[in-house]
């Protein structure tokens, strides 16, 4: 019996889901109708994320916000370059020392051996002056750096804002044909009810 209910309940839901699939696709043609724009929104969210492509969009009309953004990407790889050509110096340094003193070590004389690593240790604690104070301009630099990428991604935040909300303006949320779709559901779910 059960079988033969479920058959019927089967056919019934083909049967209306035929009758009513014109209906549903008028339905969902309404509902992403208009969802073109004149700026490239749907581009950009296929080829890079979207606000970093709102925000290069408004780089190519605005020169004085291109030469900023140009200006920050600038100076942050300039800071990593030379952060970097230090960072060799600090290493290349710091591994002589090391062979230095090893080697000044392995001298027989004592005399020569002593004399030896007291000139490999005051020039390695002159290194290590300018190291620390090198160490704490660096801190400094990686601070400014974070402010410098944060206040950029706060510029491009701003900048964009007001362009989604124009999309957003020209492409408003229409709910009427998602409350259609929604009856359709409620008069099915009520049909299989009625079934019960």
């Known amino acids: 019996m059960k079988r033969i209910f479920l058959l019927l309940a089967f056919s019934l839901l083909i049967n209306s889901c035929n009758e009513s699939k014109t209906n549903e696709k008028e339905i969902v043609e309404k509902a992403a109708e208009n969802t073109e724009s004149s700026f490239p929104i749907k581009r950009m969210s296929q080829s ?8 290069s969009e408004l780089l190519k009309n605005d020169s004085q916000l291109k030469k900023l953004d140009e200006n920050v990407v600038s100076l942050q790889q300039d800071s990593r370059i030379i952060q970097n050509l230090n960072d060799d110096i600090i290493n290349n340094s710091g591994d002589y020392y090391l062979l230095a003193e090893n080697t000044a ?13 007291e000139l490999v240790k005051n020039s390695s604690e002159k290194f290590n002056v300018k190291k620390d104070k090198f160490e704490e301009l660096k801190k400094r630099i990686n601070l400014n750096h974070h402010k410098i990428y944060s206040f950029y991604q706060a510029v491009k935040v701003r900048k964009t804002i ?3 909300e124009k999309y ?11 409350n259609m779709f929604i009856n359709k559901q409620n008069q099915l779910l009520n049909e299989l009810k009625n079934m019960n």
């Open 168 to 178: 957003q303006q020209a492409h408003p949320l229409k709910t009427d044909s998602l």
């Open 105 to 117: 070590k392995s001298i027989r004389d004592s005399i020569l051996k002593k004399e030896i690593l």
């Open 162 to 164: 007001p362009e989604i």
């Open 48 to 55: 890079q994320d979207i606000l970093n492509g709102i925000y």
